[in-house]
């Protein structure tokens, strides 16, 4: 089946302004990341959705950073006034319920959005 | 603070030599951890996890075992390909185990 798909695959905006970045998840997988990978970084959290629950927002770098998720599904996660601290590549993943702490089901990645602010 | 280490950040080996990749950690007491491999412009691809009451764990040619006194991960690619070559994450669990945290990765290069 499909796997994970963002869109776009590459964006270039100029500092200031807004983006919009967009996650399809997996059919059925109710749970779904965002995750930021900067050049020579390792993979940040920002956010996390699971099903109707409110969403864990704990990793998002500053208010300028927003994310929802309409009917369970598709997410977008939104950059307003950009910087160029926030180039860098966006990834989504989605896995399914994950029922307990000791349980952890595979997160199915993206293949990201390249975002460069200039 | 909370940290992961992966060994380096380039490793190369000969084709049919045995590969092993380290991920440390420090202030963390994940309930497993797990191990993913990311080529250039493409998301990490799950390959195993091991639970923090499992030794080691095994699928083809990998090897992932999990020591949590010394709180760290070897993992392993035996007879190693050409194919094998790119960068392998390490992964723990948050405590809230909604997210995870991510080492840098470590960048393989098999010569054939």
């Known amino acids: 089946g499909a796997g994970v798909s963002q869109s776009p695959s590459n964006k270039v905006t100029e500092k200031g302004k807004d983006v919009e970045l967009r996650c399809d998840p997996i059919s059925g997988h109710t749970a779904l990341y965002w995750y930021r990978q900067s050049l020579g970084q390792g993979l940040e959290f920002l956010i996390y959705?699971?099903?109707?629950?409110?969403?864990?927002k704990s990793g998002l770098p500053s208010d300028r950073f927003s994310a929802e998720r309409t009917g369970g599904s598709v997410s977008t996660l939104t950059i307003q006034r950009t910087q160029q601290e926030d180039s860098a590549v966006y990834l989504c993943?989605?896995?399914?319920?994950?029922?307990?702490?000791?349980?952890?089901?595979?997160?199915?990645f993206g293949p990201g959005t390249r975002l460069l602010v200039l | 603070s909370q940290k992961i280490e992966q060994n380096s950040e380039a490793l190369n080996i000969q084709e049919g030599k045995t590969a092993t990749l380290t991920c440390n950690y420090t202030n963390y007491s994940p309930a497993y951890l797990q191990w993913y491999r990311q080529d250039p412009g493409r998301g990490p691809v799950f390959l195993l996890l091991?639970?923090?009451?499992?030794k080691e764990k095994r699928k083809e040619r990998l090897k992932v075992t999990f020591d949590t006194t010394l709180k760290q991960s070897l993992f392993h690619i035996t007879a190693s390909q050409p194919a094998d070559s790119a960068t392998y994450l390490c992964?723990?669990?948050?405590?809230?185990?909604?997210?995870?945290?991510f080492g840098t990765g470590t960048r393989l290069t098999v010569i054939p």
């Open positions: 993943a989605s896995s399914l319920f994950v029922p307990s702490y000791y349980l952890q089901e595979t997160q199915y």
């Open positions: 992964a723990l669990a948050g405590t809230g185990a909604n997210n995870l945290f």
């Open positions: 091991i639970r923090e009451n499992e």
């Open positions: 959705f699971q099903g109707n629950s409110a969403p864990d």
